[in-house]
């Protein structure tokens, strides 16, 4: 199939994903705006899955068996099984690759933002048909990782306390790697 026979917003969304698929510069780690952006993209990520299962139950218990033949199983949400989430951060770093990062014209404040669809939007078939490889992304996934073995404890407390905000919460109040929350005022 020829370009000429492409629809024009395929076209668009080619030249675009081109565009955000050149490399950039390597930024170090411990950059405060790789932190910060980081931090606030995993907890995106994370408040995006724990919404999607607390609608889901799961059974916890002991699978030992009591004198009388019954074992202690109950069910919990989901999002609140440590099992879920343990898996759930051992895989979110790898989704810093649909984060790319953005400057303010006016402010110069730096910020990371997500440009890849999720899983179940109209677009997603379309945009996994094409694989984009970029190093831009490596400090943020190494950030991330880092952000998750420093502050996993928080993580899991937030999540369970079924916080709003995480993002604010963890990055802002907790670890102290954003300077401002900008939902702290509500």
């Known amino acids: 199939m020829g370009p000429a026979l492409l629809p024009a917003a395929l076209r668009a969304l080619l030249a675009l994903l081109a565009l955000l698929a050149w490399p950039a510069p390597a930024r170090g780690?411990?950059?405060?705006?790789?932190?910060?952006g980081a931090c606030r993209a995993l907890m995106d990520e994370l408040e995006y899955d724990v919404t999607k299962a607390r609608q889901k139950k799961?059974?916890?218990?002991?699978?030992?068996?009591?004198?009388?033949?019954?074992?202690?199983?109950?069910?919990i949400p989901l999002a609140q099984s440590e099992a879920f989430l343990t898996d759930l951060l051992d895989k979110v770093c790898e989704r810093m690759n649909d984060y790319k990062l953005e400057e303010d014209p006016v402010t110069k404040k730096k910020t990371f933002k997500r440009f890849a669809p999720r899983k179940g939007d109209?677009?997603?078939?379309?945009?996994?048909?094409?694989y984009f490889y970029s190093d831009a992304y490596r400090p943020l996934k190494f950030a991330c990782e880092t952000i998750i073995e420093e502050y996993e404890d928080e993580i899991f407390s937030l999540i369970a306390q079924e916080a709003h905000y995480l993002a604010d919460k963890l990055c802002s109040e907790k670890s102290g790697l954003c300077e401002t929350a900008p939902h702290a005022e509500l």
Do not use: H, M, W
């Open 58 to 75: 799961t059974k916890v218990g002991s699978f030992r068996v009591n004198p009388d033949g019954t074992q202690e199983r109950r069910k």
């Open 29 to 36: 780690a411990r950059d405060p705006d790789v932190l910060c």
């Open 122 to 130: 109209k677009i997603y078939k379309e945009f996994k048909k094409f």
